[in-house]
């Protein structure tokens, strides 16, 4: 029988894949903050919470990890907690061994 490898963390995107994280500007009004989702710069509205900027950048909510300036969120917290200028997410996905 094959072995099997355990289960392992990735990254949800690598640095260098284009990802959504410009948000159109409809009006002046908008006020726009910058994050850090692994290490790639993006422009959310300001007030968002860890579950809109998952939204936003079309993640999905299940079977991820997201980490906040080095602290790991609870999923159930994701509605409540609130992303800040120049906060660094680190967001990762497990993958199974094969």
Known sequence: AAATMPATWRRVFD?????PCSIPLFSLKNR????FVNDVPCDLPAGTHVAG???????RTTAIAVEQN???VQSQKFE???????????????????
Not at 15 to 19: A, E, K, T
Not at 53 to 59: G, T
Not at 80 to 98: A, P
């Open 15 to 19: 640095p260098g894949r284009q990802i």
């Open 80 to 98: 409540s907690t609130e992303v800040r200028e120049n906060d660094r997410f680190e967001i990762v996905t497990l993958v199974g061994g094969g």
């Open 53 to 59: 900027m998952l939204q936003v950048l079309k993640f």
């Open 70 to 72: 080095m602290k790991l």
């Open 32 to 35: 726009f903050m910058r994050v």
